[in-house]
């Protein structure tokens, strides 16, 4: 199957190499606004050849949408354009915005919209891996108007990468993003800019950081032309989640200062029973 | 070395592992407040006997007092009462209080605070590594009033354990892990009872919990017993902290809320020079 990568990022990128490890691809054409990346994966093996996105989508049976949320539409409504028979899926972080933007196309049956959980603080192609998806989960928001064909073909590639599929609707998909990914990437920022805001000096940072400090904020070096987009995209839910995660934060703050201990080893308590969700 | 460790648990376990890997330990001796911890920790080979504290303690070169930082104290003044040559240390998580209650009792040149910068969200004898010091830094809280025979022990051990070794009084310490570490946990915490609080249902946690969300909430599978005393000791740090990372989670807010996405891309960018940190 000659499939079309449009975005050969980190994503893109992983998607490339994990389908033509596993036999499915046999060609891949890469599409990037970035000639540096293309350059950049064609010679880490990501891409076979690099083509203008019409004269791939052209020659392609496959075609994945792997950019910025911000762009994803509009590449979608351009590859929908010169769609005839190609299956067309996206891999974005948000949503809404492309599932409605794509209903209004007359080729939107071709298009499934798809987010595979799986992403790490780096970018770029040289960022890309192999071995990224098995065993994470694929989500699906398919549409009533979606070919059942196209549907099947997106199916099959994420199920040749060992993931598991999960169905839900746009909307569904956006709040849950925004717990489970979104928030997590600004408590990491926000974590980053506080610790860079008090110790000016930077040396006892250099010194002391430990495993649990390097956990919590790796994700702040994501970068901002990927995660800017997809915070303002999803918005509402992020500043739903964010106000809670604030006054869940207060909670501490408040048996701090009313050294109210018991409620204190109350609320570490619950936040252990996030073990079932981690430990499953 | 015949060597005495109270509190059988991830560190003093960690520590006893290593010290007998190493082939500082010639004989562990446990002594814990949980009967079950030292019938563990006999059982893993952490310890080779149990004693009394002041059995252990008479029979000793060293004693290692690993136990949660609101009980460290009690147990240092008990271990320095029938103290004679033997060099002693804790390894809690705050300096100030231990340094400043051990300066009181006549025997306190015997005693080094200090603070290897290692953990895990695991707890008791069965999380315990002997693999798990080597490369990290060993902070060490020295006063005027240490033997320098009793500190020159206490390097030589980080040292045969492979960590570096950081000097810092009890106040430095304590603001900088209030930063480095402790912050860190309240963060998981609040954030692993943000995604319980709206995740009601929990089957789309369970099903999307990707790496991005198990590595900033790692952490909150902590356990209150270790961490609500660390919190309450460090209370002033910990709360100077908090307020500002308050207040950096605000300019997110307040960025999505007015529509600033120049600002927040700024705020994104500066939280990626964490990188300098992290990357080192």
Redesign the interface.
Do not use: C, P
């Given at each position: 199957m000659i499939i079309t990568i449009i975005g050969t990022g980190l994503i893109g990128g992983s998607l490339a190499l994990s389908l033509k490890k596993n036999g499915y691809a046999s060609k891949i054409i890469g599409v990037d606004a970035s000639e540096q990346h293309l350059h950049q994966a064609k010679e880490i093996g990501i891409i076979d050849e690099m083509a203008s996105l019409a004269v791939a989508v052209g020659q392609s049976n496959l075609v994945i949408i792997a950019v910025p949320v911000n762009i994803a539409p509009t590449i979608l409504l351009q590859v929908l354009d010169v769609t005839t028979n190609q299956v067309v899926f996206d891999v974005g972080s948000t949503k809404a915005a492309i599932c409605s933007i794509a209903a209004q196309h007359p080729n939107s049956a071709q298009f499934v919209a798809t987010h595979p959980?799986?992403?790490?603080?780096f970018s770029g192609p040289q960022a890309a891996t192999s071995n990224a998806f098995s065993g994470?989960?694929a989500?699906i928001c398919a549409s009533a108007n979606t070919n059942t064909q196209a549907l099947e073909k997106v199916q099959e590639i994420y199920t040749s990468l060992g993931m598991h599929l999960?169905y839900?609707n746009a909307n569904?998909h956006d709040v849950?993003?925004a717990?489970?990914?979104h928030?997590?990437?600004?408590?990491?920022?926000?974590?980053?800019?506080?610790?860079?805001?008090?110790?000016k000096e930077?040396d006892?940072?250099?010194?002391?950081?430990?495993?649990?400090?390097?956990?919590?904020?790796?994700?702040?070096?994501?970068?901002?032309s990927t995660?800017?987009p997809i915070?303002?995209e999803n918005?509402e839910n992020?500043?739903?989640?964010?106000?809670?995660?604030?006054s869940?934060?207060?909670?501490?703050?408040s048996c701090?200062?009313k050294?109210n201990?018991t409620y204190?080893?109350e609320?570490?308590?619950?936040?252990?029973?996030?073990?079932?969700?981690?430990d499953?």
């Open positions: 959980m799986w992403g790490t603080e994470k989960a989500v999960i839900m569904e849950h993003v717990y489970i990914s928030i997590s990437h600004i408590t990491s920022f926000a974590l980053a800019n506080t610790v860079l805001e008090k110790e930077g006892a940072i250099f010194e002391l950081a430990s495993a649990g400090f390097e956990s919590t904020v790796r994700l702040a070096k994501s970068n901002a995660w800017m915070l303002r918005k992020v500043l739903d989640v964010l106000n809670e995660h604030i869940q934060l207060k909670k501490f703050k701090l200062e050294d201990y204190l080893t609320l570490i308590e619950n936040a252990n029973t996030i073990r079932k969700v981690l499953r």
